[in-house]
Structures are given as structure tokens and as C-alpha cells.
């Protein structure tokens, strides 16, 4: 597997002003470990990830199954092996109020969740200012394995990814990478 999934935190940076969403992960040393261009004008979503910025090896690709779909699916594939490495599904009609997705595995049963922390945060962030961060939780079954932090700054969008509750290593960081790359570009979209 990829070096770049080893960590348990990681900031993802989302930047603001480009034509196309671009989206920088680096580790806790401040270091740039993967990198991805979201493409412009694509009737489905289909982002890739590279490991770095020259976008000369792709290590993981997420996938929408469906051109238009409230409660869109992605598959979420390991480019080196070409294997399946589980699916993301956004919650339609329960996103409206609070962000809620559930987490699938290869064979698509449902394992996890990722959710907005509070309704009454998420009902504020919706109606009145979207410049209220963001919070995220991911369980599988009972536990709680990260933290999805979005930092408030009214120009980039910045989004802390923290694994380190995972002891035991349950939620694939693929996964938990790929959540957060959706949460950007999906719901930072609604902002």
C-alpha cells in the first residue's frame, strides 16, 4: 500500500479560486503527501488522486456510479491494484438538514457512518452563514474512528482528517481520505 495512507492525521486544503477543484493532503509535518485535480465540466464525478502534484502516479480513484443521483454513490478504487475498496453513499433526503453518508464495503453492506456532528450546527451553517465550520464524525458500528474538522478561514477551505482514535486500524484510511475529498468537493459545493 501507498505510504501517503499511514497517518493517522492529515490536513486537506481545498483550493478556492481555481477553475477546477484541486485538493492538496499533507501529513503532520506539513508535507505534501497526495494531491488531486478535480475534472471540470464531467456530467459524473470521477476524481483522481496522485501522489503528488506532477499527477504521474495515480493511487486512488473515486468514482460516482450514477450521472445524477441525490443519494449518489462512489466507489472508491485503488488505481495500483484496480481493486474496489469500498463505496461512500450520500444520505438524500437526510443531507438536507444534516450531511450524512453512509460507509459500504467491497461488497456494498453498509459498516459505517459519516455524519455532520450537531443538527442544530448543521441547521445554523444552512440558514444562516455558511462560514460556521463544519464537523464530522465516522463510526463503524459502534465506534467512533475519526474526526473531520473543517478550520474556519473565509478563503480557502481547510479540512483537519484525525484517524488517531482508530487504534485498531477498522476504517481503510483509503476511505476515510476519500471521505474527505467528497466532503470538499461534494458538499463544499452547497457553501
Known sequence: MNPAFQFN??????????????????????????????????????????????????????????IIDFSAAYDVVDSATGQKVGALRRKGLASILRDEWEILDVGDNLIGKLFEDSMGMALLRRFLSNLIPQNYDITLGTNRVADLKQNFNPFTYELNLDFSMDIGRLLDRRMGLAAGILLAAVEGRQG
Not at 11 to 25: I, N, P, T
Not at 46 to 65: C, G, N, P, W
Open 9 to 66: 492525521q492529515y490536513l486537506l486544503k481545498r483550493q478556492v479560486f481555481a477553475l477546477a477543484g484541486k485538493f492538496r493532503f499533507f501529513d503532520p509535518s506539513n508535507r505534501l503527501v497526495l494531491y488531486s485535480e478535480q475534472k471540470m465540466f464531467k456530467i459524473r464525478e470521477d476524481i483522481r488522486v496522485y501522489s503528488d502534484e506532477s499527477k504521474t502516479q495515480e493511487v486512488l480513484m473515486i468514482k460516482a456510479r450514477q
